[in-house]
């Protein structure tokens, strides 16, 4: 096989591969270039278009040949999903179908699984991709495999293991912006059961957009290391031990706002303190797996991470150090923090083997979770104006939540004939959240009314999410209709001043759904069509209690009820080889229809009519691959991701649209064989899409933009 053939896979989204094990990854290749799409998005391996339920996969290829490793471009090519931002750089969450999640250290509405751990919980920060099997977006409710938080989907990104071949590579990249790349990678089969693959990623940027005129220094700088192991041990007799473990430092952007109807532009924007978040993660995760002919599969997973950041922000968004207590200008502010996020995850399922007509899927799951959040905002202004600068006018928040959650699941295949099947599901899980709470702002402010408040509360959530689905497979076509629940857990808000505005209670859901999924042109086509409707409960949205001090008024509640009709399409085909393309269109109507919130000067406002914030009505991608001979020895290489949202606004009054985003990225190169080198342009429209919003200023709102176009280019050298 030639080099070419050996490291195709395809662009579109779905066609990928699954390793087995670490004897050969022939099986690996010869799968991905006859079109067999292999995913484990039901906790077992199995084709694609034999899921019977709405799956993007996204290659590896596509991910690093289409410049797709930040995962606000990556989900660009997911039907109905992409990358909610918040304005302090702090948080990253991914939103499907309508759920997202509203603020931070609230229950996320999408679950994210690394390795099979899960990664969402009070804090979810999708970082750069690097060194990956391959990336599943599931889409609608999971409640019964998944479980909590699954409300618009799961997001599987699952690592490379090592293979039977030496294998190796080093890829430098230089763009805009005085960025620069390495990434690396060593694939060691020790022997024939035995292998461990190493791999990193170095990133370094030092000039942006968003520039501060105060300090002389861009915003957007950002640097970072990531490296990760991987050892896998699979003798004879169908054990298996997988064991991960990935390491992270990260310096990244601060607040990076600027306010248009202030008069502010990306280059002038003026903030007598620097906003910078710095923090490191480190995750493991442990999979042990025996396979018997006649007892079925047993899997142990266990692992977890622990994230930490630092952050400082100018909170008063200006380099104005004189306040005005008559407008409510409080002058110089600066804000601390310290995040910390432990979280310890087991699962331990069976898959039965095929007992007839029927197969089984159960287990039981641990998560295990504790965060720490600590904020103080220092009043320098007012300190230095009212106290001489010697007494302290401080507000500070400890806001400590843990979680302990216990599940367990069972999903039975039953074959009605030989062509049609019948899937029912079920979990139960059982939560307990604590929160230690104390809002402490220092004596000198009593007199602003802002006085002390603690809590200290323990609440327990549990939830009984079954799911039905019917599937009629005639011929290559999966056929398939399923109702399926699920739920968001109640919590605790983080950032608040009043401790009556702590708790929130869950968010259901229910999804009615029909699709249908065939493959075409002997495999060389695949194409799916899904129509759903998906209802929700006790929705959880923003409330704001003016009441409380500036900055902490925002809080999260649950608040009536919601529907969203939606239809889906996704395709790829491969005309010829070396040539794969793509695409997918997605249109959502996500809409209130009843409950009231609390606006304006504690206006209350009917929900009812109003669409769902943070949610784009229409999403369109096309993606094109190409790797052709030009000569015996060297390939020509082209890739094409274009992706388009449009409609939606960003808040629950529907005052504010959300921009349309457009989105195009291109690369071409030349590879030949041990060495190849790739041009590209990220963003080639220069289209400056607005991707957060926030802060107050005199009354007006800042906006957070993409980059312009970016270019640059790659070289690798495989050995």
Do not use: C
Not at 429 to 453: E, I
Not at 469 to 493: C, E, H, M, V
Not at 662 to 668: G, Q, V, Y
């Amino acid at each position: 096989m030639s080099s070419a053939a050996a490291v195709f896979m395809a662009v579109s989204p779905g066609v990928v591969a699954a390793q087995d094990d670490i004897a050969s990854d022939e099986s690996t290749e010869s799968r991905a270039t006859t079109g067999e799409i292999i995913v484990t998005a039901r906790k077992r391996e199995e084709r694609l278009v034999d899921v019977p339920g709405p799956i993007t996969a996204l290659s590896p290829s596509q991910i690093t040949d289409a410049r797709l490793q930040e995962p606000r471009d990556l989900l660009l090519q997911v039907p109905g999903a992409f990358l909610v931002e918040n304005n302090a750089g702090t948080a990253r969450d991914i939103s499907i179908r309508g759920v997202g999640t509203p603020t931070l250290f609230a229950e996320p509405g999408v679950a994210m699984y690394v390795d099979e751990i899960y990664s969402s919980g009070f804090i979810s920060f999708p970082t750069q991709f690097y060194d990956l099997e391959r990336v599943e977006v599931l889409r609608g409710p999971q409640g019964a495999l998944y479980g909590r938080n699954a409300v618009g989907g799961a997001v599987n990104v699952i690592s490379k293991r090592p293979t039977g071949e030496f294998a190796g590579l080093v890829r430098g990249t230089l763009a805009r912006y005085d960025r620069r790349e390495i990434e690396a990678m060593a694939n060691l089969p020790v022997s024939d059961s035995f292998g461990v693959r190493f791999s990193g990623l170095y990133i370094d940027q030092d000039k942006g957009e968003y520039l501060n005129t105060v300090t002389n220094e861009f915003i957007d700088r950002h640097d970072s290391i990531s490296g990760r192991v991987v050892a896998r041990f699979a003798p004879a007799g169908g054990f298996s031990a997988t064991l991960t473990y990935e390491h992270t430092d990260a310096d990244t952007p601060g607040t990076a706002l600027f306010f248009r109807d202030a008069g502010e532009t990306r280059r002038t924007i003026r903030r007598d303190t620097q906003p910078r978040n710095s923090y490191n993660v480190d995750r493991i995760a442990a999979e042990l797996a025996y396979e018997s002919e006649t007892a079925g599969t047993f899997t142990l997973i266990a692992g977890g991470r622990d994230y930490k950041l630092r952050g400082v922000e100018d909170t008063d968004l200006s380099a104005n150090i004189i306040p005005n207590l008559a407008t409510g200008d409080l002058g110089q502010q600066v804000t601390t923090r310290f995040n910390r996020v432990e979280s310890r995850n087991v699962e331990l399922r069976w898959l039965s083997p095929q007992w007839g007509a029927v197969s089984v899927l159960a287990g039981i799951t641990y998560l295990d979770e504790s965060a720490t959040g600590d904020i103080a905002t220092d009043l320098v202004s007012i300190r230095t104006f009212l106290g001489g600068g010697t007494v302290p006018f401080v507000l500070g928040i400890a806001n400590d939540q843990s979680l302990e959650s216990w599940a367990g699941f069972i999903e039975a295949d039953i074959a009605l004939a030989d062509d049609i099947s019948l899937i029912a599901s079920a979990r139960y899980t059982d939560d307990t959240k604590r929160v230690n709470f104390a809002f402490n702002p220092t004596p000198g402010l009593a007199g602003f009314g802002l006085v002390p408040q603690t809590a200290n509360l323990t609440r327990g959530f549990n939830r009984f999410t079954p799911g039905v689905t019917l599937s009629w497979t005639p011929g290559d076509a999966n056929i398939y209709a399923k109702i399926q629940t699920g739920f968001r857990a109640g919590g605790f808000n983080f950032n608040v001043a009043n401790a009556a505005n702590l708790e929130y209670g869950q968010e259901t859901s229910v999804n009615y759904e029909i699709g249908a999924k065939t493959t075409l042109l002997d495999g060389k086509a695949l194409i799916g069509v899904s129509a759903y409707l998906l209802t929700q409960d006790d929705v959880l949205v923003p409330f704001f209690d003016f009441t409380a001090a500036p900055g902490l008024q925002g809080f999260l509640d649950n608040a009536g009820k919601a529907k969203t009709w939606g239809i889906e399409l996704e395709g790829s085909v491969t005309p010829i080889e070396g040539v794969t393309l793509g695409g997918s269109l997605g249109w959502m109507n996500p809409e209130f229809t009843s409950g009231t919130f609390i606006r304006g000067l504690g206006t209350v406002t009917p929900l009812d009519g109003l669409q769902l914030p943070a949610t784009r009505e229409w999403s369109f991608s096309l993606n094109a691959e190409v790797r052709r001979p030009l000569t015996d020895s060297i390939d020509v290489i082209a890739n094409a991701a274009y992706s388009n949202r449009s409609g939606g606004f960003q808040d629950v009054a529907n005052a504010f649209r959300i921009g349309q985003i457009d989105l195009l990225n291109l690369s071409a190169g030349l590879d030949f064989g041990v060495f190849d080198v790739l041009a590209f342009v990220q963003n080639a429209g220069n289209n400056r899409f607005d991707i957060a919003f926030g802060g107050n200023r005199n009354g007006t709102s800042g906006v957070t933009q993409a980059p312009g176009a970016t270019y640059g280019v790659s070289a690798r050298v495989n050995f």
